[in-house]
């Protein structure tokens, strides 16, 4: 069997799942990978922790399903991971990943060997999606004989046997890097099952992994500056106090301030609050008791129920009660666990990481950041004490900035020499200008001994590749933040600012000549078929169509006659039938012409679409009477009651099929939402003012700025310095533009593109109103984006959707689009410039 690349699967699958980016990408690369698909050669994609393998699991899946697979395998190195799996698979569970079309049997060793899967092994059309520990593919011995390799009676076959002989089988190993290397045994266990394709996936593949069996890499640091993962701060003390017991106090410390922070954004935007919980890291089963014990004792938590001890020689039971964790009813706080790099952690709301130990360069490695990396709330909230997981050292802060640049190295890998800092030393404070890594080591103590509030936050590149220039005029690129150093005070001192933002409502400015709430359009469109009409019908086709009942072929009456006659010999009567020669028409029931008539009008009205109306009535008799026409029927020669409904019964169906022939159009159709509704919202984070950022290095992406004349909200955020924020700056200093605001998801401004055969939405920039009131729909762009397909496909809908807004008479203000390029922004003097040198509707 061979698997071809499928691009419209992939568009398909893309839509149906809504795949992040790089989960798309992802699965790109395994498809495009498995065209010349070589059992022994791993298809590795390596994905930062947090970014969501499931989804491409799932993607995978589909994909396959697709081609014509029938048989996949999904590895686990556990049995709580294979639980979770099936959870994931399986129609009907609170953890079904929703999108899924492919719906395949989930089968496992159990339901194989008691014989419930053999339904699905019998149909040929099922996807059948094996999960399956590593362990119960592992050889038997003589003292070890497996279920997998019995056979079963009503299959007849064993499992692994039924595997090795499908020729569409595909492995997908979650976890790789669990079978790779040293795992020698299990690697034979996948390598025995003959599949067609091994896709393996992980976020730590083995060193031994050959480079060309990784098909696909999206590092930890790409995962923070996407802002797919929270980021993580790296927080000690400047007095450098190592004691256990201070440590374990700084984190709680922490950890409350994350809680009262959690709670507040809940409060106030009525979203489910999570039980943020701190993971503590020990070097042996005796220091976890100890650690335990004072957690539990009455100067901390108080409570045994609060602390969770996982025990490194039984990871399974203890995965399984990390489940509840993040339940807002668990009384669990802190994790304490000695096996710190297991598999299988899925625990959303770890905010903050201690180890016990001096490990400050091993807990940035990706295993241990990625029990804290996920977002609880499923995306960035824009708080920082909410999107941030605290690492705490046990080192003294000047100590800790020293060695940046060893530490860093293991979050950001390869790329740790693109990395900058910015130094603040007060929460909503301007950055400072960059300055690279290891800049920091000369001046470490003067930055700790300015005062306890300072925060070193490392930025890394947030456009293209390590050192891909995507400015022009050799202008640095703007950064986000991926990594940060904090003493202890500035994150309480933060925590604090963020409480006061959360209690403090933002309510938007009415002084700007421009009347609240606005009216914000949408279009939708539906399938119409055009207006149909018996007068359209061809009198003609109806008469032809009676013509072919003109002949009734009535049934018929036979005579017999019974003769009587002699023989021959006059001896014996002799009854002779005569009936071939003697048939007659049998008498018959026949309808009065105007009743016909009438009754063929009445069906042909009573039609689905057809109007009551003179002008159809008017139709509906000419078009019965060219029928009967047709038919030869008049008032001298009626129809019998059975052929007149067989033959009415034709006309409908005739007329029908008239119908379903008429030419369809699409509508739109236009209707308004009031905005903003409510007007009140919150920022959550102390903001800096704009007038204080002058470069992309001073920038930080999706951080609140004030500070603005014209916008119709006193903060704003965005997503990037050369498009949007510069924007912003050109449209607040133009007296020829009245107000202007970002376009959020808030804003319930949405413009629907199709690409490929999928169809989508997206989110246009801004949206700004002139002098003249004209409503303008803003989309800023890199130049290097102008031309790309996908952003054309945008811009050619958002220019239908003008069109249709304007032509709806019950849209009052007149609205307009413009595609502008970073160039322009940059180069124009104000707004009519940006105008003329962008691409307009209007």
Not at 91 to 119: C, E, H, Q
Request: charged share 20%; net charge negative.
């Amino acid at each position: 069997m061979t698997l071809d690349y499928r691009p419209d699967l992939i568009d398909a699958i893309s839509a149906s799942l809504r795949l992040r980016q790089p989960n798309r990408e992802a699965l790109e690369s395994i498809a495009s990978a498995l065209v010349d698909a070589d059992p022994d050669r791993h298809l590795v994609a390596d994905l930062a922790t947090g970014v969501g393998k499931t989804y491409i699991a799932a993607g995978l899946i589909d994909y396959l399903a697709g081609a014509g697979v029938r048989n996949i395998v999904i590895i686990t190195p556990g049995t709580t991971i294979q639980r979770k799996t099936i959870a994931n698979f399986t129609y009907g569970t609170t953890k079904f990943v929703a999108g899924l079309a492919s719906n395949p049997a989930v089968l496992t060793v159990d339901s194989f060997a008691n014989g419930s899967a053999a339904a699905a092994i019998d149909n040929p059309d099922r996807v059948k999606l094996f999960v399956l520990t590593v362990q119960s593919l592992l050889r038997p011995n003589s003292t070890d004989a497996r279920r997998a390799h019995r056979p079963h009676e009503s299959t007849g076959v064993a499992l692994a046997d039924y595997l090795r002989e499908a020729d569409d089988l595909v492995v997908i190993a979650d976890e790789h890097h669990v079978y790779s290397g040293n795992a020698k045994a299990f690697a034979r266990a996948i390598k025995d099952l003959d599949p067609l394709a091994v896709v393996g996936l992980t976020a730590t593949p083995d060193p031994s992994t050959p480079n060309d069996h990784i098909v696909h890499h999206y590092p930890l640091s790409a995962a923070i500056a996407d802002g797919f993962v929270k980021v993580p701060v790296l927080v000690a003390r400047p007095d450098g106090l190592r004691e256990l017991r201070t440590q374990l106090a700084d984190g709680l410390s922490l950890l409350d301030a994350k809680t009262e922070a959690i709670n507040s954004y809940a409060a106030r935007t009525g979203r489910t609050p999570v039980n943020p919980v701190m993971f503590v890291v020990c070097g042996s089963i005796n220091e976890a008791n100890s650690v335990r014990d004072i957690l539990t004792g009455p100067d901390y938590l108080n409570d045994p129920d609060k602390v969770l001890l996982i025990h490194s020689d039984e990871p399974d039971t203890a995965l399984e009660a990390l489940d509840g964790i993040e339940d807002p009813k668990s009384p669990v706080r802190v994790v304490v666990s000695v096996s710190m790099l297991r598999e299988g952690w899925d625990v959303k709301s770890i905010y903050v990481i201690c180890s016990t130990r001096a490990m400050d360069s091993e807990l940035l490695t990706e295993q241990v950041l990625g029990r804290g990396l996920r977002l609880p709330f499923g995306a960035r909230t824009g708080i920082s004490m909410l999107d941030t997981v605290e690492v705490l050292s046990h080192r003294r802060f000047a100590e800790l900035l020293a060695d940046a640049d060893q530490l860093l190295s293991q979050t950001l890998g390869e790329r740790v020499s693109d990395a900058e800092t910015i130094t603040t030393s007060e929460p909503g404070d301007i950055p400072s200008d960059p300055a690279p890594v290891g800049q920091l080591v000369s001046n470490a103590d003067d930055l700790a001994d300015d005062g306890e509030n300072t925060l070193v936050a490392v930025q890394l590149d947030g456009q293209g590749a390590p050192g891909q220039d995507t400015l022009l005029d050799d202008e640095p690129q703007e950064r986000r933040t991926v990594s940060g150093f904090a003493t202890i005070s500035a994150r309480l001192a933060e925590a604090t600012a963020t409480q006061a933002a959360l209690s403090t409502t933002v309510m938007p400015n009415t002084g700007l000549g421009v009347r609240l709430p606005l009216y914000i359009p949408t279009v939708t469109h539906r399938i119409e078929r055009e207006p149909f009409s018996l007068a359209s019908i061809d009198t003609t086709d109806t008469e032809a169509l009676g013509a072919r009942f003109a002949d009734d072929n009535a049934p018929t009456l036979i005579r017999v006659a019974l003769e009587v006659e002699r023989d021959e010999a006059g001896t014996r009567v002799v009854a002779t039938d005569h009936s071939s020669e003697a048939r007659v028409a049998a008498t018959q029931e026949r309808l009065p012409f105007e009743n016909i008539e009438g009754d063929l009008a009445a069906r042909l009205l009573r039609t689905n679409g057809i109007t009551q109306s003179i002008t159809e009535h008017n139709a509906s008799i000419a078009v019965a009477r060219a029928f009967l026409r047709g038919a030869g029927v008049t008032e001298d020669t009626p129809w019998r009651a059975a052929h007149g409904r067989l033959a009415t019964e034709a006309l409908v169906r005739f007329i029908d099929q008239q119908q379903l022939a008429a030419p369809v159009r699409q509508v739109a159709d236009v209707t308004q939402t009031r905005w903003p509704e409510p007007p009140e919202h919150i920022n959550g984070v102390p903001p800096t003012n704009r007038n204080h950022v002058t470069r992309p290095g001073q920038f930080i992406r999706n951080h609140p700025y004030t500070g603005w004349r014209r916008s119709l909200y006193p903060v704003m955020r965005f997503d990037s310095y050369g498009a949007e924020f510069r924007l912003a700056v050109l449209l607040d200093n133009d007296d020829s533009v009245t107000a202007w605001t970002r376009i959020t998801p808030e804003l319930p401004l949405r413009i629907a593109y199709t690409t490929g055969s999928v169809a989508r939405h997206y989110i246009p920039d801004f949206l700004a109103i002139d002098d003249a009131g004209v409503h303008w729909v803003l989309e800023a762009k890199a130049d290097s984006e102008m031309t790309d397909a996908i952003v054309v496909a945008k811009a050619d809908a958002a220019s239908q959707w003008v069109r249709t807004v304007n032509a709806s008479p019950a849209v009052g203000p007149h609205w307009a689009y413009a595609l502008v390029s970073e160039t322009a922004i940059r180069s124009a003097a104000g707004w009519r410039q940006l105008l003329a040198a962008a691409r307009i509707t209007r």
